[in-house]
């Protein structure tokens, strides 16, 4: 079956501009969940989705914001992009979000 | 200090030879999972624990909830296996997030 596919791979933006990043789960998962990766902090959680719902969220300023749609396929959207913002973003989709995860590919960016 | 420690940081392996990667965590979970993660950032789970061991080929992850510690081991390594590892906890709590992640151990295998 198909693996997480996540949306575009790598993007450049400028400081000030919005960003929407995409994400496909597996077929069948309901839990969808996003991290931010960067040389400094190493992965962190950003927030997770189950059957269109947030039911959790990491420390992450109100920028970050994100939604999951009938199907599962989930978005994260970034606003007032900063320098910091560079970061692979990886999502990560499980069954029932107890269990297992598959990673995404992840999307790369970089803001300048 | 980080809720989820790792040792080594680095570690440079020859080929054939047995490796060992601490994880240590302190907080309460559910479950522990072991991430592999190579150059051009794809993350692959290797295994959920949350007690006991497990096996897949030549890797082997332990864990004792009582010293909140976790140990993967490959066996005869090769240099496919160079690679960053990671360990991440989810909490018993679901509280600050579903995973919270270690640093990662950069692992090199020489030929």
């Known amino acids: 079956k198909a693996g997480v596919t996540q949306t575009p791979r790598y993007l450049i933006k400028t400081r000030g501009q919005q960003v929407t990043l995409s994400c496909s789960p597996i077929?069948?998962?309901?839990?969808v969940s996003w991290y931010q990766q960067t040389p400094g902090q190493g992965l962190q959680f950003l927030f997770e989705y189950f059957s269109e719902t947030q039911r959790n969220k990491g420390n992450f300023p109100g920028r970050f914001s994100g939604r999951q749609f009938s199907n599962s396929r989930s978005e994260m959207n970034v606003s007032t992009l900063e320098l910091g913002d560079s970061a692979l973003y990886l999502c990560?989709?499980?069954?029932?979000?107890?269990?297992?995860?598959?990673f995404g590919s992840g999307t790369r960016l970089t803001v300048v | 200090k980080n809720e989820v420690e790792q040792s080594p940081q680095n570690l440079t392996a020859q080929e054939g030879e047995f490796i060992t990667i601490n994880c240590s965590y302190s907080v309460g979970i559910s479950a522990l999972h072991w991430l592999q993660q190579h150059p051009g950032g794809g993350i692959v789970s290797l295994f959920m624990?949350?007690?006991g061991k497990k096996k897949h080929g030549r890797l082997i992850a332990t864990i004792n909830i009582q010293e909140k510690h976790s140990s993967l081991h490959i066996t005869a390594s090769h240099p496919r296996d160079s690679a960053v590892y990671i360990c991440?906890?989810?909490?018993?709590?679901?509280?600050?997030?579903?995973?919270?992640f270690g640093k990662g151990t950069k692992l090199s295998v020489k030929p």
């Open positions: 991440a906890v989810r909490r018993v709590d679901g509280s600050q997030g579903n995973l919270i």
């Open positions: 624990l949350s007690s």
């Open positions: 077929s069948g998962h309901r839990s």
């Open positions: 990560a989709s499980s069954s029932q979000g107890n269990y297992g995860y598959t």
